[in-house]
């Protein structure tokens, strides 16, 4: 099976702008989290999708947001961006809703916000 | 709530001696908890989980971790380090209600010297 990719990898924006990030899980995944990384704050949780509804949320502003599609497919959204959301964005996929489930990450998008 | 605290955010050992990196987490749950690894430039590898089940748990590459409820812990260790093994690693922390919110440790990046 292929493995989650994300689109694009690498994008640079200028503040105040919008992004849209993509991602595409495991075939017959239906789970869908998504991830920040950055060198200061680690790897924090943003939003967590299953079944296109939105399950879980960490502690970001409304300006992040994101939607699952009905073929598990995902997208994050951040509007108005700031120097500070400059990060690697991770996309993680498993196969259901439990704890227990093993999570396989994406490669990440880079985004450069200047 | 659950949290997660990785003890070293720098551990260094000499090729073909034991790695310990700590892990210590906190939840009001009974936890499902993760070891990653992040190679440079790549993205998030699954190392081992451990789901309630026995509390030594074997991962890849010779890596092991032991879950002690006692002690709140969920050390990774392996016997005998390879310069491959250089990398960070993160211990994780899943589970609640309403399914998984996934916290993350800081990290423990590992130095492996020849």
């Known amino acids: 099976k292929a493995g989650v990719t994300q689109t694009p990898r690498y994008l640079i924006k200028t503040r105040g702008q919008q992004v849209t990030l993509s991602c595409s899980p495991i075939?017959?995944?239906?789970?869908v989290s998504w991830y920040q990384q950055t060198p200061g704050q680690g790897l924090q949780f943003l939003f967590e999708y299953f079944s296109e509804t939105q399950r879980n949320k960490g502690n970001f502003p409304g300006r992040f947001s994101g939607r699952q599609f009905s073929n598990s497919r995902s997208e994050m959204n951040v509007s108005t961006l700031e120097l500070g959301d400059s990060a690697l964005y991770l996309c993680?996929?498993?196969?259901?809703?439990?704890?227990?489930?093993?999570?396989?990450f994406g490669p990440g998008t880079r985004l450069t916000v200047l | 709530a659950q949290s997660v605290t990785q003890l070293d955010s720098h551990v260094s050992v000499s090729e073909g001696t034991p790695v310990l990196l700590r892990c210590n987490y906190s939840s009001s749950y009974s936890p499902s908890l993760f070891w990653y690894v992040q190679h440079p430039n790549k993205g998030l590898q699954l190392l081992l989980k451990y789901t309630s089940a026995a509390t030594l748990v074997k991962g890849i590459n010779g890596f092991e971790a032991e879950f002690k409820k006692s002690e709140t812990s969920f050390h990774l260790t392996k016997p005998s380090a390879h310069m491959s093994d250089a990398a960070e690693y993160f211990c994780?922390?899943?589970?609640?209600?309403?399914?998984?919110?996934?916290?993350f440790g800081a990290g423990t990046r590992l130095f492996v010297k020849a």
């Open positions: 994780v922390v899943s589970g609640g209600p309403g399914g998984f919110k996934t916290i």
């Open positions: 993680a996929s498993s196969e259901g809703q439990a704890s227990t489930d093993t999570q396989y």
């Open positions: 075939s017959g995944h239906r789970s």
